[in-house]
């Protein structure tokens, strides 16, 4: 999970005192489309292409989410001709719809509650989940967002399906 990398000792327990878990995590479902409601009220929605769970952790910064951005816009997860999975969301024209989703951070090891403390605080991960989505905008997907921090009614018509987990 990087801990060794930026703690300089195995994956045999937490990080020590000062020692984050650096990973993004996302979470991509290639869609038909998908659409986010908060209140009844009808906040984003795509069509084919992308939707992004995307979890913001402890030390994760703006390289973690331009390098998220850059490889999922170009991620070969779309069908051409040959039914192979030969095309990018920038290739079939997708969009993308990203989700902050803080339980992708979510630690079961011990008792039955999940433990969240790995997922960054809302006033560092929103920033950073703007920041993917306009770091998306840039490498030409179309994106939309659903709302930080509420509630979310999540609508995916995952297409094949087609899931994929990436972390950097």
């Known amino acids: 999970m990087g801990w060794d990398i930026w703690c300089g000792w195995s994956r045999i327990g937490p990080p020590v005192f000062g020692c984050y878990n650096r990973t993004m995590r996302a979470l991509i479902q290639r869609v038909q489309s998908g659409k986010v409601s908060v209140e009844g009220k009808e906040v984003a929605q795509i069509g084919h292409g992308l939707v992004i769970l995307l979890g913001v952790g402890h030390g994760d910064g703006e390289e973690q989410a331009r390098w998220m951005a850059e490889k999922i816009a170009t991620l ?11 095309l990018s969301a920038l290739d079939v024209g997708g969009e993308a719809l990203v989700v902050s989703q803080f339980t992708l951070y979510a630690d ?9 403390t790995d ?15 306009v770091f998306l905008r840039e490498q030409g997907i179309p994106t939309q967002t659903g709302t930080f921090g509420a ?17 950097k």
Do not use: C, Y
């Not at 079961?108 to 969240?116: D, N, T």
């Not at 960054?120 to 989505?133: G, I, Q, R, S, Y």
């Not at 509630?151 to 972390?167: A, C, R, S």
């Open 108 to 116: 079961a090891r011990k008792g039955r509650r999940p433990s969240f």
């Open 151 to 167: 509630h979310m009614l999540v609508e995916i018509h995952n297409d094949g399906p087609v899931t994929i987990w990436l972390e």
């Open 119 to 133: 997922a960054a605080l809302p006033d560092v991960a929103a920033p950073l989940v703007d920041k993917f989505a």
């Open 76 to 86: 070969r997860i779309f069908e051409d001709e040959q039914g192979k999975t030969n």
